[in-house]
């Protein structure tokens, strides 16, 4: 969390800075979009290191360069993987994917250029060398037999990486540029605009850092990928590509908001405005507690504070929250069928989200800290705080 909130202040700097100096030119806001990911991330970076290093190997080892030569092939293979990913779904027509493709391109070479000395500083670092890397890479030269077994957990969390690197990065460009040509005001319905694209920027930033900062130098590496079907598809669908499934069915009969069904000049607005935001603020909070650990599908450490403190899936409640309330489904239909239509529609979402929440909980059961949290909140967490206040508070029978 205390990365997050050093990221959070950087990226505010950042952000005015950023608008002072933005003189109208659409090239000048893309490149101020990734400057300003670029300045935003190095608090992060900075604390990971800091908090990382005690942990470091300070005596030399002698280099060995089997294993060093067998990372170096691993690890260009996985940093081509998202290059080859998101070049196929722009081809197939995805414009999202081609503007992390180009950013990427230009990024490569540096990353190859420089891996072979990366690999060997962090192998001096590693207390202990031999990782999955080093063992796909033997498999990969003929060094060793290929075990799907052995080099499973890697290849499924650098599939997590391969499928969220490009869709994050991308999407967060979106809303940086849409972030810098907004100008908070006065006015409530631009001040509630600007804060709501400026939340949602900030919830990508963390979860594109999360992916980008996975490594066991940093001790923020993957220790379990969910490698289950449901799982994944789950999870998958409320993301592009699939996403466009998850939104056809959620489609409402109507285009009536909550905003449009209400006005500034009723208390209901007012009160229904501050429901959003709260929604707003839970899952965006609940973002921010992972700090640089963010990431679906895979268990990076137990995440305990925060709204974690009080619920198992904060995140999840407030997208829902949110998406009920926005939407009002009730609101602008014509008839039984419109009502029903838009119901189910976003009650297939919230069954989605309720399924994740089960698989998550499935997955993480295998980790005996997760398994002591989840009592914990059974027994102390907000739901059993408010089902005790409640029959504390029923009047006992006579």
Not at 48 to 67: L, M, Q, S
Not at 128 to 145: F, H
Not at 174 to 180: K, P, S
Not at 245 to 269: F, G, H, K, M, N
Request: glycine share 8%; with cysteine; net charge positive.
């Amino acid at each position: 969390m205390g990365s997050a909130i050093y990221m959070l202040l950087f990226f505010a700097i950042g952000l005015m800075a950023a608008q002072g100096f933005y003189i109208g030119n659409p090239s000048h806001v893309e490149w101020g979009a990734r400057l300003l990911f670029v300045f935003s991330v190095l608090p992060g970076l900075f604390l990971a290191i800091k908090d990382a290093r005690p942990h470091w190997r300070i005596a030399p080892r002698p280099p060995n360069p089997e294993r060093l030569r067998a990372k170096r092939v691993s690890l260009a293979l996985c940093l081509l993987a998202p290059l080859l990913y998101s070049a196929l779904l722009d081809a197939l027509g995805l414009p999202l994917y081609g503007r992390f493709l180009w950013d990427y391109i230009f990024t490569l070479p540096i990353l190859l250029l420089l891996l072979p000395a990366f690999v060997r500083w962090s192998d001096q670092r590693l207390p202990e060398p031999e990782d999955g890397y080093a063992s796909i890479g033997r498999g990969i030269l003929g060094q060793q037999p290929w075990s799907w077994a052995q080099h499973k957990p890697l290849l499924l969390a650098w599939a997590v990486k391969t499928l969220f690197i490009p869709v994050m990065y991308a999407s967060l460009q979106i809303m940086l540029v849409e972030l810098l040509l907004l100008r908070p005001g006065l006015n409530p319905g631009v001040l509630v605009v600007w804060s709501y694209t400026f939340g949602l920027t900030f919830d990508l930033l963390i979860a594109t850092i999360g992916y980008l900062c996975t490594s066991r130098l940093l001790a923020t590496e993957v220790r379990s990928t969910d490698d289950t079907w449901s799982g994944w598809l789950v999870c998958m669908i409320c993301y592009p590509p699939l996403w466009v499934v998850l939104r056809t069915i959620r489609e409402q009969a109507d285009t009536v908001t909550w905003d449009q069904w209400l006005s500034p000049d009723q208390p209901l607005y007012w009160i229904w405005a501050a429901l959003i935001v709260f929604s707003w603020g839970l899952y965006w909070l609940s973002t921010a507690s992972f700090g640089v650990r963010f990431s679906n599908l895979t268990y990076r450490g137990l995440i305990a504070h925060g709204p974690y403190r009080y619920t198992k899936h904060p995140s999840y409640i407030g997208k829902n929250i949110y998406w009920w309330l926005h939407t009002v489904p009730f609101v602008g239909v014509v008839g039984f069928g419109d009502l029903a239509r838009n119901l189910m529609g976003l009650g297939f979402v919230s069954l989605i989200y309720y399924l994740r929440a089960k698989t998550e909980e499935r997955h993480l059961s295998k980790f005996p800290e997760y398994r002591a949290y989840c009592e914990g909140i059974a027994s102390h967490g907000l739901w059993a705080r408010c089902g005790r206040w409640l029959f504390a508070a029923k009047p006992k029978a006579q």
